[in-house]
C-alpha cells in the first residue's frame, strides 16, 4: 500500500487551500484536484453556507476525478469536507468565510 500511496502522491494535482474563518482563525484544507481553483478565488470572501456547498460540489468532482484515473475513491477528499463541516458548524450560515491562499 505504500507504494500505491506514493505513485497517488506524485501522480495527482493536488493542492492546499487556505481559509479564515468568522472568528480570525485559519486552516488549511488539502484537495487531491485543482478544482477548488475553480470554484474560489484567493482573497474571495464567501458567505459560511456558499463556502460550505460549493466545497462539496469541488470535493465531489475531485472524488470522482480520483476514481476513473485510478479506480478508487479519495479518503483525504472525504476528510477535507468532514473538517470543512466540523469548521463551518461554529458560525451562522451568513458569516464571511475568506478563501487567503492556494498552494500547490
Do not use: H
Amino acid at each position: 500500500m505504500g507504494d500505491t500511496r506514493a505513485f497517488y502522491r506524485r501522480r495527482v494535482p493536488e493542492v492546499l487551500f487556505d481559509v479564515r474563518w468568522p472568528d480570525g482563525s485559519t486552516q488549511s484544507f488539502y484537495s487531491p484536484s485543482l478544482i477548488v481553483e475553480d470554484y474560489f478565488r484567493a482573497g474571495a470572501n464567501y458567505p459560511v453556507a456558499e463556502f460550505v456547498d460549493t466545497s462539496r460540489v469541488c470535493m465531489r468532482i475531485a472524488d470522482q476525478r480520483v476514481r476513473q484515473k485510478y479506480g478508487f475513491g479519495c479518503a483525504q477528499s472525504v476528510a477535507t469536507m468532514a473538517g470543512i463541516e466540523q469548521a463551518a458548524a461554529r458560525f451562522a450560515s451568513t458569516d464571511e468565510v475568506t478563501l487567503e491562499a492556494f498552494r500547490r
